[in-house]
């Protein structure tokens, strides 16, 4: 049972323009919402966040957009950059309160930005 | 700036081994986490880590066990390596704000 989803293998845009990169999840449980960004033969490192109290955070050119009611999020790269093509992957605490937690990750969405 | 470090960045063993993944994190981090990652399955958590000694199994633990003596160390075991095994192993730690710092990944091929 996948409780975040990342539906869209893949994506292609080209320099300059919007990248937006979905996730959907399914437990209302959830309260805290990660992206991360993964270069091949390297670790996931983080890239922004959001609460569930929240529905917009931005950070530079990233933005991430939470909507509960549709139980889904989306991440906003603006203006995509070459450097930005890697596997992105959102990811889901459960009641992250507390200090003991765990991450509940997507499938990940290959990103290619075209030159 | 947080470093978490793995034993190995590749690794061969036979199918029958059993096959130790070290992970050191230099931060004082009370969490800590196993993941594996494969094509089209994304992270999967194997087993984590809030304290020392302490431990508890993820969504995929069969095959798996773990080590924590030390707050800076946690260890993966494979007891006995299998061909289903090979993948990415990443190791994480944390400090409760939420955030997960990987360190660089051991891709371990099962023969």
């Known amino acids: 049972d996948q409780q975040v989803k990342q539906n869209s293998p893949s994506l292609s845009v080209q320099e300059g323009r919007i990248s937006i990169l979905n996730c959907d999840y399914t437990n209302s449980m959830f309260d805290y919402f990660l992206w991360y960004k993964k270069y091949p033969a390297e670790g996931p490192t983080f890239l922004i966040s959001?609460?569930?109290?929240?529905d917009k955070n931005e950070d530079g050119r990233f933005t991430v957009f939470l909507n509960k009611s549709a139980k889904h999020l989306s991440l906003h790269i603006v203006p995509s950059q070459p450097g930005d093509s890697a596997v992105y992957f959102c990811?889901?605490?459960?009641?992250?309160?507390?200090?003991?937690?765990?991450?509940?990750f997507g499938k990940g969405t290959l990103l290619t930005v075209n030159p | 700036d947080v470093k978490v470090t793995q034993s190995s960045r590749y690794l061969v063993k036979r199918t029958g081994e059993k096959v130790f993944l070290e992970c050191v994190q230099d931060m004082d981090h009370e969490n800590m986490f196993w993941y594996r990652q494969d094509p089209g399955l994304g992270l999967r958590l194997i087993y984590f880590?809030?304290?020392?000694?302490?431990?508890e199994k993820g969504d995929i633990p069969e095959g798996y066990s773990v080590s924590r003596e030390k707050k800076e160390r946690f260890s993966l075991i494979l007891e006995s390596a299998s061909t289903n095994q090979t993948s990415m192993y990443l190791c994480a730690s944390s400090l409760g704000d939420r955030v997960l710092y990987f360190g660089p990944g051991t891709r371990l091929t099962v023969t």
């Open positions: 880590s809030y304290d020392v000694k302490m431990k």
């Open positions: 959001i609460s569930s109290i929240k």
């Open positions: 990811a889901a605490i459960l009641n992250s309160g507390g200090s003991n937690y765990k991450l509940t």
